[in-house]
């Protein structure tokens, strides 16, 4: 994953590089931690390629409306560009924590520019979601992340179950539903064949009856 978060990197930088010739920036520090998400824990709905890539770009386009809007405290400006960026991400179901980090870095360049938005921001994104994409096939990881759940563990486990579970902490669990739908099952079946090795100890351990053991024979006979 250390290799692959590098690859990533450095293939949405030499390509941003290449075709945005002379533009400044062409490289944006928030994809650092994108890198981490997409390389580090692909299966995580924060690191899916819709989450990398809105939440990155939505929370750019907030910041540099902000950038636009806001004459003021410059301290003020970031604290509402994280705060909206927050709020558009969980509006658009794109969620991603590097994109609280792109809103603010746009407030503090002061040089907002819907240009930077697309170019840096949203091609740097993209860019990193299909090395993403190519690294995690090539070592047979799943990404996007689809979880695979057996059909029996649906049927115990409705989709409102697994909800209502989630919901319970009263906030965002980095967990999917067939995620943890999957998590029960294999922690079922571990349960059941630690049972079975249980009995089979037990098992060994009785001691015979009488009727069992063997009979000392006569050998005066």
């Known amino acids: 994953m250390v290799l692959g978060a590098g690859l990533g990197v450095l293939f949405a930088g030499i390509l941003s590089r290449y075709i945005g010739q002379g533009l400044d920036p062409w490289l944006v520090a928030p994809i650092g931690a994108s890198a981490v998400l997409v390389f580090g824990v692909p299966s995580s709905p924060l690191a899916q390629p819709w989450s990398v890539v809105g939440g990155n770009t939505l929370s750019a386009l907030v910041g540099t409306a902000i950038a636009f809007m806001w004459d003021g405290d410059l301290a003020i400006a970031a ?3 994280v ?3 927050m709020t558009v991400m969980l509006w658009g179901r794109c969620l991603h924590p590097p994109g ?3 809103a603010l870095l746009v407030v503090l360049m002061q040089k907002p520019s819907l240009h930077t938005v697309l170019f840096a921001f949203l091609l740097n994104a993209v860019l990193l979601v299909i090395a993403g994409w190519a690294y995690n096939r090539l070592t047979g990881r799943s990404y ?3 979880a695979q759940v057996d059909p029996d563990t649906v ?3 409705t989709a409102n179950d697994l ?3 989630l919901a319970h902490y009263q906030e965002l669990v980095d967990v ?3 995620d943890l739908a999957q998590l029960l099952q294999y922690a079922e079946s571990a ?3 630690r049972s079975l090795d249980n009995v089979r100890r037990e098992e060994v351990a009785l001691p015979l009856s009488k009727a069992e053991r063997p009979q000392p024979t006569d050998s005066s006979r």
Do not use: E, I, M
Request: hydrophobic share 50%; net charge neutral; no cysteine.
């Open 79 to 81: 604290a509402l560009a």
């Open 83 to 85: 705060a909206l960026a």
């Open 100 to 102: 609280g980090a792109s």
């Open 144 to 146: 996007p992340h689809h």
């Open 155 to 157: 049927n115990r486990f």
């Open 163 to 165: 909800h209502a579970a």
């Open 176 to 178: 999917d539903p067939a």
């Open 191 to 193: 349960a059941h064949q």
